[in-house]
């Protein structure tokens, strides 16, 4: 009786196992996929520094129409720092390098969408012989035509358009319609005090030949007036120090500005392509410099 009472027992036990004893293998699989997890993140925590300069290079190109890229050492330094790892404050200073790195190469694709304005108003005015007197420059604000006053834009001590800077005027006026940014035109003049019964100050007649400008192009070339604001500096904006004549001419002038505006969409087109590079001009024909 013993007996079989014994094997009983030992025959459930045997069914018990039998029925619930399977937990062994979800328990290994639940270790297997662990350990992989602790794997793959130990592997995440070490920064491959060519693959992070990959990263950073390929941000920095499509962030650039010219394909501008930051340099190898700034993103270097900046996957070295992020190696490290040590606190929070040495991953703050890999991020801002990175952030760096990105912000040069948008600088120098706003540069070269500037300068490729630039060579095209140079382009059209060579094209027609009418950069004599013309200073093209690219600076922070934007591309400036600067348009020489000495026997071109006006006469002494006047605010007139003459004729050679209508011809100016008539050259450039269908880049600039095709451009959409603000137009700020600027009078200077060279510290020489004017001796006028029409005008005061160097301060209204800078002001009063920028008005000149910007009514001309207004009323004759159809630009928006919503684009356009005038401004008189009169001697104090200079360009050179007003220390001889050929200077104090350098610094009669009235600049035409192309705004370029920070932090705002500045995408130049001026083919109605709405691309954001201006198209290259083709080299200047024979008989152009």
Not at 104 to 113: F, I, L, N, Y
Not at 220 to 237: A, L, V
């Amino acid at each position: 009786m013993k007996r079989r009472y014994r094997q009983r027992r030992l025959d459930d036990a045997v069914y018990e196992s039998k029925q619930h004893g399977n937990w062994i293998y979800s328990y290994a699989d639940m270790i297997s996929l662990l350990t992989a997890l602790f794997i793959v993140l130990y592997g995440m925590s070490k920064v491959n520094e060519g693959k992070f300069r990959q990263l950073a290079g390929s941000l920095s190109k499509s962030f650039s129409a010219t394909a501008a890229r930051a340099s190898d050492k700034e993103i270097e330094m900046a996957a070295q720092l992020y190696n490290k790892q040590l606190n929070e404050n040495d991953r703050e200073k890999s991020y801002h390098a990175l952030l760096k790195a990105i912000d040069d190469s948008m600088k120098d694709k706003k540069r070269a969408e500037l300068e490729a304005l630039k060579n095209h108003f140079q382009y059209n005015l060579d094209k027609g012989g009418l950069s004599k007197n013309v200073q093209l420059r690219v600076e922070d604000r934007g591309v400036v035509i600067g348009l020489m006053t000495d026997g071109m834009s006006f006469e002494i001590g006047k605010a007139d358009v003459t004729d050679s800077c209508r011809k100016v005027l008539d050259n450039i006026a269908p880049t600039l319609r095709a451009t959409k940014q603000p137009i700020r035109i600027e009078g200077n003049t060279c510290n020489i005090p004017i001796h006028s019964t029409q005008y005061a100050s160097n301060w209204e007649l800078s002001a009063a030949r920028a008005t000149s400008v910007g009514k001309f192009l207004i009323l004759n070339e159809n630009i928006d007036p919503e684009r356009i604001s005038i401004i008189g500096y009169g001697e104090f904006r200079p360009l050179v120090p007003n220390t001889t004549d050929q200077n104090r001419a350098k610094n009669r002038r009235v600049d035409i500005v192309i705004m370029n505006l920070e932090g705002k969409d500045t995408k130049f087109s001026i083919d109605g392509s709405g691309s954001s590079t201006p198209p290259v001009p083709p080299p200047p024909e024979d008989g152009h410099k």
